[in-house]
């Protein structure tokens, strides 16, 4: 359940119970409209959008031929012939050029849809039961609601409707407070800022349901597979607490170790709760997890993980 004052462990964010609904400007939509559009998707990201049905999302990444996550996603398929998938903005044109070169001869229209769709972040009491499960859809008509994996918490949902749609009745919140959950569930999208720098894994997607490795091929397929199958992964998502401010693609330093990075900050927020303190998910060598950490001349503390890591698939 959600908590309200402070932690009993100081490096432990606190918070307090939020409920409502965030807008989210910093996300779009890419929208695959054809015949052809969910296996010409399928056929690109990390995950299965054939067999995907009306009720279920899926968390996805799209890659380039060496692994590194070029953008990743958040999908359903509200029709046969049509596949809806939200990213970052920062990185929303360049994927759809990219995407593009890829039809050839597929009948699949691919467009920027953001400004056809709203988007909210449903939090707390204001998910529906039906989406209390992470990658679960309920359809209301042509509004969708899509369950994500919780933050501090909190559940989460992702509300996707036509432009003219009413907002959803719930109190707003700012922004700011759903990319403070987002840290905090560390399930993060790919941003401008870190990209091609992970292969799926460094970002835990095989343990968040990001990673389908029964599917067909994929641009950097090879790579992903190799890297989950062939040895211990040798870096990893982790929460973190920061003492002040950090930002994405910040490198990540052990403190005994000033000259060589040991990973990078993914996606960072100010922590609501605590003044001056900031949350972020950090990407570093499992090796450096157990040393003093840094970024920008920050101090960071790891928090435990919300989710177990798959030992094996």
Request: hydrophobic share 45%; with cysteine; charged share 15%.
């Amino acid at each position: 359940m959600p908590f309200k004052g402070k932690s009993r462990d100081d490096n432990s964010p606190m918070t307090e119970t939020f409920s409502g609904a965030s807008p989210l400007p910093h996300w779009g939509v890419i929208r695959a409209r054809g015949a052809d559009a969910a296996q010409f998707i399928h056929g690109q990201l990390s995950q299965d959008f054939v067999l995907l049905g009306p009720d279920q999302a899926r968390l996805a990444a799209f890659c380039n031929a060496k692994g590194r996550m070029q953008a990743s996603f958040i999908g359903i398929k509200p029709d046969a012939q049509t596949i809806l998938l939200v990213c970052e903005r920062s990185l929303l044109a360049q994927t759809l050029k990219r995407l593009r070169m890829f039809v050839l001869r597929a009948q699949c229209q691919l467009d920027d849809a953001s400004e056809a769709f709203a988007l909210w972040g449903l939090v707390g009491a204001s998910v529906p039961a039906p989406c209390a499960s992470a990658w679960q859809v309920h359809s209301d008509g042509t509004a969708h609601t899509i369950g994500l994996p919780p933050g501090a918490d909190h559940a989460r949902a992702l509300w996707l409707a036509p432009a003219d749609t009413a907002p959803p009745p719930v109190p707003q919140l700012p922004t700011a407070t759903w990319q403070w959950l987002e840290v905090m569930s560390a399930v993060p999208l790919v941003s401008a800022a870190v990209y091609e720098q992970f292969v799926p894994q460094m970002l835990n997607y095989e343990s968040v349901g990001g990673v389908n490795f029964k599917k067909g091929c994929y641009p950097g397929q090879e790579v992903v597979a190799r890297s989950q199958f062939r040895g211990t992964l040798k870096r990893r998502a982790y929460l973190a607490q920061a003492a002040g401010a950090v930002a994405p693609g910040d490198e990540v330093f052990a403190i005994n170790n000033a000259d060589e990075p040991a990973g990078l900050v993914v996606i960072s927020a100010p922590n609501p709760g605590n003044n001056g303190q900031w949350s972020a998910v950090i990407a570093i060598q499992t090796k450096a997890a157990a040393q003093a950490l840094q970024a920008n001349g920050v101090a960071l503390a790891l928090l435990p993980l919300p989710y177990p890591l798959l030992d094996d698939i």
